[in-house]
């Protein structure tokens, strides 16, 4: 740890650091996954698209530069090799291994090793993402960053590890990582509060 993520959060950093965050449930991310699914022509790479934004927590542009040479294995885990992640940096993060497999399957016999799978725009994934949203009858705005989000909420859910989130998000400070720390304590005092009963 370095001494910069020591040092005590003052102003702007401690007002990023504490803002609740936006996220979805699986529940809600596998039912934009579905209705994406039934769009047509683009169906199964748009449903992949979902998934992977959700189960990687990549940003959008890493995901878009996925190729079938960079899924990759590592003591016996899938894997994605990013050759420029944000800040150009490369960088390893975990996939579900029934992911990994889905995503070769749809480039095998269809796309070269360093064929992009996602052969789309940010734009476009813009507007599938939110085209699924709406389909899937939500009732909330839906965008890419917003599976990184709901991704990293239910991995530091079932983990508890900030530090573990923060390499796996390739956040360079710890201070982005810990808006989802707040987001999840704001949410658990809130539930505790509720549960408290006070007699007459």
Avoid at 130 to 151: F, I, M, Q, T, Y
Avoid at 160 to 176: E, R, V
Wanted: hydrophobic fraction near 35%; aromatic fraction near 6%.
């Amino acid at each position: 740890m370095s001494n910069k993520s020591l040092v005590p959060l003052k102003g702007k950093a401690l007002s990023k650091a504490t803002r609740i965050v936006p996220y979805l449930t699986p529940e809600e991310v596998y039912q934009i996954a579905a209705a994406a699914r039934s769009n047509g022509r683009n169906d199964e790479r748009d449903e992949l698209l979902i998934l992977t934004l959700f189960e990687t927590g990549l940003r959008v542009s890493e995901a878009l530069s996925i190729t079938p040479r960079s899924i990759d294995s590592y003591k016996g885990h899938a894997v994605i090799n990013l050759k420029k992640g944000k800040g150009k940096k490369p960088r390893i993060v975990a996939c579900p291994n029934n992911l990994a497999h889905r995503l070769k399957s749809y480039a095998y016999n269809r796309l070269g090793l360093d064929d992009r799978i996602f052969k789309i725009n940010r734009k476009r994934a813009w507007q599938i993402v939110k085209e699924a949203g709406e389909k899937a009858g939500l009732n909330k705005r839906v965008w890419p960053h917003l599976l990184r989000h709901s991704d990293a909420i239910e991995r530091l859910r079932q983990t508890g590890n900030p530090k573990a989130l923060q390499i796996h998000l390739g956040h360079s400070s710890m201070i982005m990582t810990m808006r989802y720390l707040s987001t999840l304590t704001a949410e658990d005092a809130l539930r505790i509060q509720q549960e408290v009963e006070f007699e007459k």
